[in-house]
């Protein structure tokens, strides 16, 4: 039976600690993947992408696959092709579809007529991939996930919707601080508290950055203006507040990190200082991009 990632909640707890720790083995070159041997995996990117093209093309090919990006204005869905039938052309050439794109739904579209692994590489919802690869770099720094606090200041976007879920879904606690009428998903908040019931994680959504990094042992931002939303740009004016620097980082716990997903814009979302002091988090942070997806792979592949 095919399994598709769409949702960091596509897998069980128990699952993400696996990939976890089969992603720092692959890191260490303790082992040697090649689950994908004799498999083509179509890339599909309908947004530009440095880290998650580079990690995912890496990746397939190290697994012993073939890597093929597509650039979504090169395909017939660039013309109105329906993605249900893209879906079914592309079942009959590939193996499993890695898709960056805007809506969610199409992706969710994809998995319905793909009958092989559909890998989620962002949406305007969510960015599971780059969640496992947060989680890998919060375990090798404090050697678990679990109990631990992660605070999220910005935009409340598709990787503040995916921390919501994740913490919600393993146990840890999260605190999103976003200016007022930039909150996350609802839908991904009441997702969060329900698993939140399983688990005994506290699920926080807030309009005071202070008091979202209070005693965190995280402390992550991204971007105020997202892909597809330059337009915005007038909006930076309510995010001053909101900036990761040195007096928001001194009410995190003694002990915490800086992690961002990058792009970074420095002087907005986090100050250069702050920027430079965690940057070999940050940059452990993008190389675990390709450990965990092929981790990732592995297990849908198998």
């Not at 805007?102 to 969710?108: A, G, I, L, Q, T």
């Not at 921390?163 to 840890?172: D, E, P, S, T, V």
Request: charged share 25%.
């Amino acid at each position: 039976m095919k399994r598709d990632f769409l949702n960091i909640s596509d897998l069980k707890k128990d699952e993400i600690l696996q990939i976890i720790d089969y992603a720092i083995k692959l890191k260490k070159g303790n082992v040697q993947d090649q689950s994908l041997k004799g498999k083509s995996i179509g890339l599909i990117f309908m947004k530009p992408s440095t880290r998650t093209r580079l990690s995912f093309e890496v990746g397939v090919y190290q697994m012993g696959g073939q890597p093929i990006y597509i650039q979504g204005s090169s395909t017939q869905m660039s013309r109105g092709e329906e993605i249900k039938d893209t879906g079914r052309v592309m079942a009959r050439y590939l193996d499993g579809i890695v898709i960056r794109t805007y809506s969610h739904k199409e992706v969710e579209d994809l998995s319905r007529y793909f009958d092989k692994p559909v890998i989620n590489a962002l949406t305007d919802y969510l960015h599971p991939c780059q969640i496992l690869a947060d989680l890998q770099t919060i375990y090798e720094r404090f050697g678990k996930v679990e109990n631990i606090k992660v605070a999220f200041v910005g935009d409340g976007n598709n990787v503040a919707n995916t921390w919501l879920i994740a913490g919600g879904l393993i146990g840890f606690n999260v605190s999103v601080a976003t200016p007022e009428g930039f909150e996350p998903s609802g839908k991904a908040v009441h997702e969060a508290l329900k698993l939140a019931q399983e688990t005994g994680a506290s699920i926080e959504v807030t309009n005071d950055p202070v008091e979202a990094v209070k005693d965190a042992d995280v402390v992550y931002t991204d971007v105020w203006v997202s892909m597809g939303q330059e337009n915005e740009k007038e909006k930076k004016e309510l995010f001053k507040e909101f900036t990761v620097n040195r007096h928001l980082l001194s009410h995190a716990s003694k002990n915490a990190i800086v992690m961002h997903c990058l792009p970074a814009h420095k002087g907005e979302e986090i100050s250069e200082e702050i920027f430079e002091e965690f940057a070999d988090v940050i940059f452990d942070e993008a190389e675990n991009r390709l450990h965990a997806q092929k981790a990732l792979m592995s297990l849908l592949f198998k």
